[in-house]
Every structure is written in C-alpha cells, then in structure tokens.
C-alpha cells in the first residue's frame, strides 16, 4: 500500500512537471491583434500556454539586456531585424537551426542561424486627407518635403532609441546622403522642428493620423495600408529619394526558460498556418509557404536604398548616442 502511494506521489510530480513546461513565455513586437490571433491559434493547436507581452523592438533589446542574467522569456516573434542583429552582437540570443528555415531565402535569415526573417515592410510617410486639406497641406512625396516650414509641428515619428521603425529611418537617410552622417544629423536637426512628439512604438504616429490628431506621421507602409483598410482617409506615400525597410524577425533568448517549446513555437511560425496569417497583414512575407496580401505594397512597386545591415547594427549604439546628444535631450 505505502509503494502504491509512494507510486501516486511520483505520477502526480511527474503530472505536474510535465504540466509546468507546457507554457513559453514571449516578447513580442507584433500589433496586439496580430500577435493574439498569431499565439492563439498557436495554443489552441498544441495545448502550450503562450505567455505574450508586446514591447517596441528597441524596448524588447532593452529588457533582454536588463534580464540577461536572468531572462524571463523565451524567444522573440517580430521587430525590425535591425534589433535582432544588435541583440545576437550583445550575447542576448542562441542559433537555431530550425527544419523550416529552407523556406525562407538565405539573404533574408541569420547565416548563423540566430535570426529569421518574416516580412519586409518599406518605410512611407501616411497623411489624413481631411486634415491635410483643412490646413492647406499638401502630402509629402520625398525626405526633403519633410523639412517643409508649413509641416512645423505637424509630423509625428517614432524616438529612435526606443522603436526599431525610427532607427531604420536614421539608417535610411544615411544612404540617401550617400554615406556623410554630418548631412543626416543636419538633416535630423531641421526635421526636429517639424515634430510634435516622438513616440515609443513605431505604429503609434500612424495611428494618430488615422484619428486626425495629428496631419502626417512615418513609419511602415504595412501598418498604414492596415489603417485605410479599416476605413481611414488617408494619403500613404513612399519617399521619392528611396527608402529603406524592416526585415521582420524571431530569436530565441539566450538562456530562456521555456528552450524546447521555444523551439516548438519557432517552428510553427514558420510553417503554413502561422505564415498564411502572416500573410493577411498587408506586409510582404518572406516564406515561400506564405502570399503577398493583395491589397499590400509589394517591394518590386517601392524604391529602395541599399541597406548594410550589418553597418547599421554595428552602429547603432553610436548612431542612437549621437541623436539622444544632439536631438532628443535638448527637446
């Protein structure tokens, strides 16, 4: 009797720690609507409790840093891939090499499997139509409509040293000045004055616009097209000079606690029903498992910079402490 007992305890821990693991704890950069539907159907089909909080990408590289001794999740689902590049640089993700990853082009993942691309997004400039029009804007079409004096006050971005989106766009610009930083950070300087606010999340100005409480943002073409599709009046424009754009990635953090369904999440990202879901955001997603969103800005319609990746993540630390000196600590 007392072994039968004894036997019972034993199933019962072992229940229990089987149990315990059934969870992943993740950060994520995704919308929330997004995100919900993408890790509900994700727990709905293996049981495996998805732990989500929706950070800016910037705001995820912070956190991870502050946790790396200790980190509280297990992997990271969306961001401009930027981020994702700074954080393997710091030690705050671990390679995988998943089965799926053959589905997406080798110039678009990690060469050392520590990153995945998801989408691509190029950057625009989105404007409401009815405000624009109260006001006698007109909206803009290039970098340079941006400095415009009639846009004092009337342009809202995202502060780069907190939104992937932002820093994409100092980058960005570094390419459309061919190279000179000193044309960038005048550039930025007289853009400053244009700006009402900056905000943490790159998605947010857009969101202003689409409200009217504010004429014109930048930010990604992908979550403006979302607006008008939802009934916004709203002028969405690519910068004539080229833009640049995200490559939308997932990690895994390195020391995460939730390692094997890490993994099991990672995968299933990356496998057809997560990427057909994908593919309803109007982005251009990268999986050959996965269609472009009819309604969405394809990459071959957009003129683009010639982006360094690897330059504009090994740079960022001195980029973003060159913008906070000379920009967002005098605001």
């Known amino acids: 009797m007392k072994r039968l007992a004894t036997l019972l305890v034993i199933l019962a821990c072992a229940v229990g720690m089987v149990s315990a693991q059934q969870k992943v704890g993740v950060y994520t950069t995704l919308e929330e609507p997004l995100a919900k539907e993408l890790f509900d159907l994700f727990q709905k089909e293996t049981g495996i409790q998805v732990n989500w909080q929706r950070l800016s990408g910037g705001e995820v590289e912070s956190r991870l840093e502050a946790e790396k001794s200790n980190p509280q999740a297990s992997i990271w689902v969306g961001g401009v891939g930027l981020n994702h590049m700074s954080a393997k640089i710091k030690g705050l993700t671990t390679p995988y090499k998943s089965k799926m990853l053959a589905n997406t082009p080798p110039e678009y993942r ?52 907190t939104s992937g989106t932002a820093y ?94 890490a993994k099991k999440l990672y995968d299933w990202v990356l496998q057809p029903a997560a990427q057909a879901i994908i593919a309803k955001w109007y982005v251009v997603p990268l999986s050959k498992l996965a269609k472009k969103n009819p309604v969405a800005f394809g990459m071959d319609e957009v003129k683009t910079v010639k982006q360094d990746l690897t330059w504009d993540a090994g740079n960022k630390e001195r980029l973003l402490a060159r913008w906070v000196k000379e920009i967002g600590s005098k605001r």
């Open 168 to 261: 994409n766009m100092v980058t960005t610009l570094r390419y459309v000045f061919k190279g000179d930083e000193e044309k960038v950070f005048d550039y930025l300087q007289k853009l400053d004055k244009n700006i009402d606010q900056y905000t943490k999340s790159g998605s947010a100005p857009g969101k202003s616009v689409a409200i009217g409480e504010i004429p014109i943002a930048v930010g990604y073409a992908h979550d403006q097209v979302k607006l008008r599709v939802e009934g916004a009046d709203v002028t969405i424009t690519i910068p004539s000079e080229g833009t640049g754009f995200e490559i939308a990635s997932m990690s895994l953090v390195k020391g995460g606690p939730d390692a094997v369904n």
């Open 110 to 161: 990690d060469t050392e499997n520590y990153w995945v691309g998801l989408y691509l997004g190029p950057l625009s400039f989105i404007t409401n139509n009815k405000i624009a029009k109260e006001q006698g804007l007109v909206p803009p079409k290039s970098w340079a409509d941006l400095l415009k004096p009639e846009y004092k006050g009337k342009i809202r971005m995202p502060n780069p040293t």
